[in-house]
C-alpha cells in the first residue's frame, strides 16, 4: 500500500459524459501527478500540481483539467468523453516539487472505460 | 523531448533463471532514473538511480546505471513466478519530477 488513495476504482460511462477522479496524496506529500495509461500508449505524464497550483502540463487534452484543494486532495476532470479515452489514470506523490527525492508512489488507479 | 526506450518488449524465462532489463535514455538535465514493477495494478517503486557506477540491490534485485552511455539495467537471479510483471524505467529530467517512462518488458516467469 503506498499510502496514495483514489477513487472510484472502476468507473463506466457513455461518450459525450463528463467524469471526475479524486485522488489523496500521501501525508505530507504536497506535489500531485496524473497519468494516463492506455494500451497503445503506455503511462503519459498528464499534469502535476504542487500545493494547490499547476507546475507542469503534459500530454493533457484540453476536455480534461485537473485541480488541487487545500487539503491537497486532487481531481481529475474529463469531459466530453471518448471511446479513447478509456484507460488507467494514475495518481502518484511526492513531498516536493522537484524535491529531495523523485521517487513517486502511484495509487491504485481509476480504470475508465469509455462505451 | 525526453525519451525512454526499453528492451526487451517481452521475455520469458523459467524459474531460477537470470534476467536482464535494459533501459535507454534520452533526457535534457538528467536528475534520475527510476524503476518500476507493475503487476495488474499500480506501479511500485524498485530503484532510483542518480550516480553512474552505483549499484543498487534489493534482494535477488539489483540495478545499475552509465550516465556516460545513458542506460541502466536491471537484474532480477534466481527469478520465481511471482517476479512475472512489467518492469517500467522512467526518467526524469529538466521538466522537474515528472516521469518520462518507457514501454515497459513484460517478464513471464515459468514454473
Known amino acids: 500500500d503506498s499510502g496514495v488513495t483514489q477513487t472510484p476504482k472502476h468507473l463506466i460511462t457513455a461518450t459525450g459524459q463528463r467524469v471526475t477522479l479524486r485522488c489523496s496524496p500521501r501525508?505530507?506529500?504536497?506535489?500531485v501527478y496524473w497519468y494516463q495509461q492506455s494500451l497503445d500508449q503506455g503511462l503519459q505524464f498528464l499534469i502535476q500540481y504542487y500545493n494547490g497550483e499547476e507546475r507542469a502540463k503534459g500530454n493533457i487534452l484540453e476536455r480534461f483539467s485537473a485541480q488541487q484543494f487545500p487539503d491537497l486532495h486532487s481531481e481529475l476532470n474529463l469531459s466530453s468523453l471518448e471511446l479513447g479515452d478509456s484507460a488507467l489514470y494514475f495518481c502518484?506523490?511526492?513531498?516536493?516539487?522537484?524535491?529531495?527525492?523523485?521517487?513517486?508512489?502511484f495509487g491504485p488507479g481509476t480504470r475508465l472505460t469509455v462505451l | 523531448e525526453d525519451k525512454v526506450v526499453q528492451s526487451p518488449l517481452s521475455l520469458v524465462v523459467h524459474e531460477g533463471d537470470t534476467v536482464t532489463l535494459n533501459c535507454s535514455y534520452e533526457v535534457t538535465n538528467f536528475r534520475s532514473l527510476l524503476w518500476y514493477k507493475q503487476e495488474k495494478k499500480a506501479p511500485t517503486f524498485l530503484f532510483m538511480l542518480?550516480?553512474?557506477?552505483i549499484e543498487k540491490k534489493s534482494g535477488r534485485l539489483s540495478s545499475i546505471l552509465d550516465k556516460k552511455e545513458l542506460f541502466s539495467i536491471l537484474n532480477i537471479t534466481a527469478t520465481q513466478t511471482g517476479d512475472s510483471a512489467v518492469y517500467l524505467c522512467a526518467v526524469s529530467g529538466a521538466s522537474g519530477s515528472r516521469l518520462t517512462f518507457g514501454e515497459g518488458t513484460q517478464l513471464t516467469v515459468n514454473p
Open positions: 502518484a506523490s511526492t513531498l516536493g516539487v522537484a524535491g529531495t527525492t523523485d521517487t513517486q508512489y
Open positions: 542518480t550516480s553512474s557506477g
Open positions: 501525508s505530507g506529500d504536497l506535489s
